[in-house]
């Protein structure tokens, strides 16, 4: 098998194929992992996604650095994995940042059933509230193997 290292163009690739990832953060030397939907801006650099309030939510305001990973696998020879390490900022409602709203909508309504779970319904019936943000791409990385045949 031969694995080889994507150039920054081969990562926003499969970013910008993709909208389900890993989303990586930490608290008090206790890392956390979540899968989250996202939509990847490859003009601003960055991804949008949005969650309801928890665990998540309140780690990042408290350390906004995290990363995500996206991967695709077809098989244990065949595999795709892309790291974008950044840091989190909410997106307000507010004059300043109605722009960066405008443009995660925007991004998120290109996808089926974009509002899925972030603002699905919680146990209680209700709907919880949400916080829109993005994840500045400060790197990225990412590997493609193959079998040496291929």
């Known amino acids: 098998m031969l694995v080889h290292e ?11 194929q993709n909208h389900l990832g890993r989303l990586g ?18 003009e601003r650099h960055c991804l949008y996604a949005f969650s309801a309030v928890g665990q998540k939510i309140a780690w990042m305001r408290e350390n906004p650095k ?8 077809g098989d244990n020879s065949h595999w795709t ?10 997106i307000h409602h507010n004059p300043a940042e109605t722009e960066a709203r405008r443009r995660a909508e925007q991004l998120f309504q290109q996808r089926r059933e974009w509002w899925l779970p972030g603002a699905a319904k919680v146990g209680s ?26």
């Open 6 to 16: 994507l150039n920054l163009n081969e990562c926003a690739e499969v970013l910008s």
């Open 25 to 42: 953060c930490s608290r008090y030397d206790q890392p956390y992992i979540v899968p989250i939907h996202f939509s990847f801006d490859a």
């Open 66 to 73: 995290v990363c995500l990973e996206v991967e695709d696998i």
């Open 81 to 90: 994995t892309v790291l974008a390490i950044g840091r989190y900022e909410e």
């Open 125 to 150: 019936g209700e709907h919880p509230d949400v916080v829109v943000y993005r994840i500045h791409i400060d790197r990225l990385t990412g590997r493609r193997a193959a079998r040496d045949r291929d």
